[in-house]
């Protein structure tokens, strides 16, 4: 048994928290659904990765050996997640007029920076989709064997009848009824049925695409996490991590075709966690309002990174997190107190492990320890484990030597860096945190909307948010202006 407080998750699969533990006696292995590297990921795509890293450090705390995959989609992806459209990254390789291998190479590349500067423990495994072709194709022709697929001119699809319990995890009825929206190519069985090999369209060659059983083609995009994980996890593992968006289809088509595929009644992974959205002052950030802030945006403002990190650590993990100005001075301003007050204890002890820390407190630095560590083993509670840290740096009862090896702790588990970062490199700034125009344009058609029907509340809720990015609205008599250095772009 891990020492400390018990470990309790909340699992997506039921909804509810229970105590961790593991398939195998002190080893963990955890898959993260990686980025698909079309584009440079935007702030909102870096909470998952902080996430899975938060729950990697506090699992190690605890003593754990811990193996991390996280996929790298390099091809599979289509135009809005669904099985038809064109792949993402082929999209981006003919707007940006480069080779495919430029863009997955330049775009992973930017990635693994925008990891390393928050801070996040590199994974054991990052697998690209496509050095795994074969073995999907493998995979693919054992689902077909079993049963579980149909063939269409347009692919090959698994047959979600087929699957007993499919949609679980994302709370469907039994029926498998769909949210309304998602679209049923002509000929599918199901609306939830989903390919698991895309042929090529008859007018149209892909750029890139594989010889299988179903003709030329490129695999479905939720087969690779299957795939991978199984191969380097093994055929149960103890984790899944994604985002909320990933809970409804992406995670529940993996489910059901890795529990077809392995045909042994049992629950393919036990543990799903998600993360839940991040906003821009109250608007969800999708790369479908243009191009959203990156973390190189956010230095390009003033704004470091571990301040970032610092802001997403402020709430659970399983709450939505209103990103705007005034919040990400609020936390930089935060963590340089920190950083103030932890200065003078440097250099700080090597505590990695909750024994270590544990071997070498007196009596009041043992009932602090036991605080942090029932904040952040109770479903990573960061923000109760921040407030813990900080009283810890003011007590008066702990010695110095006490206050450094709780912050050492700290610094294990929550990743920021407090045992070299320079206080002098975390000063508020008064830059404006760029916004794309079409996210605003958005936002002030709605108040309008709102204001034409009367709903002033909501009116002045999407004014408050305009205002948190940094655009001011003008009502006119031909209509509303805006302004503001916070959006790039003006407009009418």
Not at 156 to 184: N, W
Not at 239 to 250: F, M, P, Q, S
Not at 480 to 485: A, D, L, M, Q, S
Request: some cysteine.
């Amino acid at each position: 048994m891990a020492p400390g407080a018990q470990v309790r998750l909340f699992n997506s699969m039921g909804r509810r928290v229970a105590d961790f533990a593991p398939l195998a006696e002190g080893r963990v292995r955890i898959y993260s659904c990686g980025p698909t590297v079309y584009s440079d990921p935007h702030l909102g795509n870096m909470r998952p990765y902080v996430l899975s890293d938060t729950i990697r450090r506090l699992l190690e705390w605890k003593g754990y050996s811990v193996t991390q995959v996280v996929n790298i989609t390099d091809v599979g992806h289509v135009m809005g997640d669904r099985d038809e459209g064109e792949d993402k990254v082929e999209f981006a390789a003919r707007k940006e007029q480069r080779l495919v291998k430029d863009i997955t190479r330049g775009y992973a590349e930017a990635f693994f920076g925008f990891m390393a500067d928050l801070n996040v423990l590199p994974a054991a495994h990052y697998p690209y989709a496509s050095d795994y072709v074969p073995q999907m194709i493998k995979f693919a022709g054992r689902l077909e064997e079993l049963g579980y697929t149909y063939q269409l001119p347009s692919g090959l699809y698994f047959d979600t009848a087929r699957s007993g319990d499919y949609g679980k995890l994302a709370l469907m009825p039994p029926s498998g009824q769909l949210e309304e929206g998602r679209v049923s190519l002509e000929g599918k069985r199901s609306a939830a049925d989903f390919a698991v090999w895309r042929a090529d369209p008859p007018d149209q060659q892909r750029i890139m695409r594989w010889e299988s059983p179903w003709g030329w083609g490129v695999p479905g995009w939720h087969l690779e996490c299957s795939v991978m994980s199984i191969d380097l996890l093994g055929e149960h593992f103890d984790i899944h991590t994604g985002g909320v968006d990933h809970r409804e289809i992406h995670h529940v088509n993996e489910i059901a075709q890795s529990q077809a595929y392995l045909n042994d009644g049992q629950p393919w992974v036990p543990l799903w966690m998600h993360n839940e959205f991040l906003l821009l002052s109250g608007a969800k950030l999708s790369k479908s309002s243009g191009r959203m802030p990156t973390l190189r945006d956010l230095a390009e403002t003033g704004y470091p990174p571990m301040a970032f990190r610092y802001f997403l650590l402020t709430a659970q993990y399983g709450r939505q997190l209103d990103l705007s100005n005034q919040s990400l001075a609020a936390a930089t301003s935060a963590l340089r107190r920190l950083l103030l007050r932890i200065t003078p204890l440097r250099p700080l002890p090597v505590i990695r492990r909750y024994d270590e820390a544990w071997n070498t407190l007196g009596e009041p630095g043992r009932r602090a320890l036991e605080a942090l560590d029932e904040a952040w083993s109770n479903d990573l509670n960061t923000p109760q484990a921040l407030a813990e840290l900080q009283g810890i740096l003011r007590s008066a009862e702990l010695t110095d030597s006490d206050k450094a090896i709780l912050a050492a702790a700290a610094n294990q588990v929550l990743g920021l860096r407090l045992d070299s970062l320079d206080p002098d490199e975390i000063t508020e700034r008064s830059g404006q945190l760029t916004v794309p125009a079409e996210l605003v344009e958005e936002l002030v058609a709605a108040r309008s909307a709102a204001r034409e029907a009367g709903n002033w509340a909501e009116a002045d809720r999407l004014r408050d948010q305009l205002t948190g990015l940094g655009v001011q609205v003008t009502d006119t008599p031909d209509g509303p202006r805006w302004t503001g250095t916070g959006a790039a772009g003006a407009g009418a």
